[in-house]
């Protein structure tokens, strides 16, 4: 049986591979937003000059088998030595999680093993590779952990969690689900926030551009941070804005944006946005009105209830801050930041002194 190994390193041989892109994801076991064409597409966009492109693919004859969307990164070690990383593409200022390998069901363990041989061939210069969210649920920690492994690196790991809720048939079977305290919450919050005013959940992209959604979500989002004395993500990191608005145009053209927003009267008072893909609303910011108690967590419970009546299946909520979440009935899933390092001389040093990219020891 032949197989035959390819590396991509550029950004119009990349845009080659759509369609046979789109036709792998569809075979993969990983389906999930961050692995899909589109979204890494307008990611690169946002590329920054000092990565390159390092895309491995595997064909079995003229089949392709396996996708890896890596890229190459400077770091820096102790501040002072500098250093190349494995990543994958699109984990960076995007709130994309769940990074994986995008493989052909048939021929994962055969594909693997091309994979970590064409990184141990094809990337000499990087000293380690670094995946902050993969799952545990779905194989990905595991089929990362066995590329690395193949390629001749020690891996290390930490736990980290994410949060996802499956939903069911109808929005009465959602709410039986809860606590009887969150529902009684959530019932005295909706009263008190509905007073003399109407209030009600729309999805914004059936009543304005993606831009003016993306505004009425920085706007919501801003507000409640600076009730804090505190920068939201947006202020925090504007690459992550730039891309998220970007990301939020091209969604709109694949029916993808879920903006779902709670108006008290004709005011937007909170707001729960995301993407949708394969059933899947995934929720990538929020927002809400800090002066109205309870706006928050109304929102949460309306959005819940219209994917519930837009016949979606998951309501994922991605990793941390996980105890809200699980009062809405998240499911805790078990994940781990992945850290490998080149099994010589300076990678024998950086993991005996328990050197990890936090930013203090490794700043990627």
Known sequence: MFYSTSIISSR??????????DSLIDDSDDKNLFLTFDWIDCWLDFFPQDCTLFIVLIH???QLIAIAP????????LNAIPARVIRVLGDQY???EYQDLILDREHKEEALRKIGSAIKNNAKECLAAWSPFSDESTGAAARLEKVMTAADYQVGSRSIAFYRLPLPDNAKTYESRLKTKQR????R????LSGQENLRLKNLRDLMSPEEVFTVLENLHSQRWLSKGETGAFERNPKFREFLKAYTIRASKLGQIAAFCLFQGPKPIAIRFGFTYNNTMYEIQSGFDPSLNGAGLASIDMAIKAAISDHLEVYDFLAFEGEYKQ????????GKRLFAIKKNLLGWLVTRAGLWPTGRYIQM
């Open 12 to 21: 119009k041989e990349f845009k080659l591979l759509k369609p046979a892109w």
């Open 60 to 62: 079995k004859e003229q």
């Open 70 to 77: 890596l890229y190459k990164a400077p770091i820096k070690i």
């Open 94 to 96: 995007s709130s994309a």
């Open 184 to 187: 009684n919450n959530i019932r």
């Open 189 to 192: 919050y909706r009263k008190q």
């Open 327 to 334: 009062r809405f009935g998240a499911i805790k899933k078990p």
